[in-house]
């Protein structure tokens, strides 16, 4: 008889209408949890969400679509690379090298201006606007339009390269078009050789290039100059960098005859002092 009495409980629970009740609650739940997955899995980019009235609307992103839309927003960055004085025989002029852009991370629109001022007056000065596209890691195209202010106003078109090349070289290449068949090419390139944390050891080239001679601005045909420059510089913070170095410039051909003609030196070797700062 005691045997009995487990098992006849056993039984009567199982026959229970409640169980049967509580089982089937439970098993339409799985139904709906596995429907839901279903759903969501051949949903990509939306999913139903309850919206205040009880219907569900699936054009409401979801937290992680409003992340990805924030993830690529409009930056800005401004950088004085050189503002120097320069221990040049005869003048002790002032040069400025500094770029600015403003977009994300595929477009931009950058400025670019460099130039020289000598006793109170510019002796060089250009600008450059430029629309940029990211074309691989690190590698940027650009065009855009340059005008130069000295030593006499012209415009250039512009095309070029600029970014990372192995082994951590700063490249900027720019192919300039201007009026009367006038063509010129620049190349640019750096690299930082971090001392410590702090002080950074930087060589510099630049190379110019012009289709064809100009004797008002004093320049050849072909391989115009060349500039070889050493730069130390200390970070006091990031944003702020004075520097010194020594630079080497020989200029060639047609442009070293008009130089020479002047009453210059068409090669020379100079000290600098400057400051980098960017924000």
Known sequence: MKTRIPFLMVISLLTSPVVFAEMDHSEHQNMKMDQSTMKMGHSKHKTAIPVSDGSLDEDIPLPFEVARMED????TKFMLEQLEVQNVSGSNPITWEAEAWIGKDLNKLWFKTEGERVDSAFEEAE???LYSRAIAPFWDLQ???RKDFEPIDREWLVAGIKGLA???FETDIAFFIGKNGRTAARLQGEYELLLTQKTILTPEIEINLYGKGDQV???GSGLSDLRIGLRLRHEFVREFAPYIGVEWRKEFGGTADFTRAQGRKAEETYFI?????WF
């Open 72 to 75: 690529d927003p409009v930056l």
């Open 143 to 145: 065009a855009g339009f």
């Open 273 to 277: 002092a400057g400051v980098r700062i």
């Open 217 to 219: 601005t004093g320049v």
């Open 127 to 129: 600008l450059q606007m």
């Open 166 to 168: 192995p082994y951590f």
